[in-house]
């Protein structure tokens, strides 16, 4: 069962390099118009991707080994095995200082990683259940969201230290961030509800139900059933 996943992890890996940077094609894939796929083999339980634009780098957390592949993105193949923790979940970089960070929900930490030598430089200590992570690059800040504790941790990225907690989120999980307008949005599985959160003052400015999006989604004109004789009472609902 286990090489399975692995086996099928690696073609999903594959499929998300091509998307994302030309592929070489091989002459009858070109006249034809298709790339040519290219299969990484990853570790073992791969959950996250990450990329960093400026050096062309993929980084994959292997949940099922504890270690971050790191990926050649013009040579596509594996050119780093980082050990980090456990079970790392979460990844992201930092290209403008060549940085990428993973963090572990059974260590309860998140590491530090130069793209330069490809080691951990520092461990941050986190909550009780770390699961995702992003960064803003305009102003070096890595924000990691807790399910457990219920909050979103703010880290300063010149000093790997948690600089503030965010509180108001029921159940946070899925995180980005728009680094032109320091705005951080976080997703509350637990509300169905999206959270607009201020980079600057690291606080809830909004909250977007789930619910206002169906509504807004809802046809605002409904067909009333038939009156007409030649459509029976009991099959009004189903006439036009």
Not at 33 to 44: A, C, D, E, F, R
Not at 87 to 115: E, F
Not at 116 to 130: D, I, K, R
Request: a positive charge; one cysteine or more.
């Amino acid at each position: 069962m286990r090489r399975r996943t692995f086996v099928g992890a690696c073609l999903t890996l594959a499929l998300l390099v091509a998307v994302g940077m030309p592929a070489v094609a091989s002459p009858a894939a070109s006249a034809a118009g298709k790339p040519k796929v290219t299969t990484i083999p990853v570790g073992l339980g791969p959950v996250r991707v990450a990329t960093n634009p400026q050096t062309n780098t993929i980084y994959v957390t292997n949940n099922g080994d504890g270690t971050v592949s790191v990926i050649d993105g013009k040579k596509r193949r594996v050119v780093a095995i980082i050990p980090v923790g456990v079970m790392p979940l979460g990844v992201a970089t930092n290209p403008q200082t060549n940085t990428a960070y993973a963090v572990d929900p059974h260590t309860r930490t998140m590491s530090v990683i130069d793209g330069q030598t490809n080691t951990v430089t520092a461990t941050v200590p986190l909550g009780f259940h770390p699961d995702e992570v992003a960064t803003n690059p305009q102003t070096n800040t890595i924000y990691v969201t807790d399910s457990a504790a219920q909050t979103v941790s703010v880290i300063d990225g010149a000093t790997n230290t948690v600089t503030a907690t965010i509180l108001g989120v029921f159940n946070p999980a899925g995180v980005a961030t728009n680094p032109q307008t320091n705005t951080v949005y976080v997703t509350d599985a637990g509300l169905a509800m999206l959270a607009v959160i201020d980079g600057a003052t690291n606080t809830v400015t909004a909250t977007i139900p789930w619910a206002a999006v169906q509504r807004r989604s809802r046809p605002t004109h409904r067909p009333t059933p038939s009156t007409s004789p030649m459509c029976p009472t009991s099959a009004r609902a189903r006439c036009g």
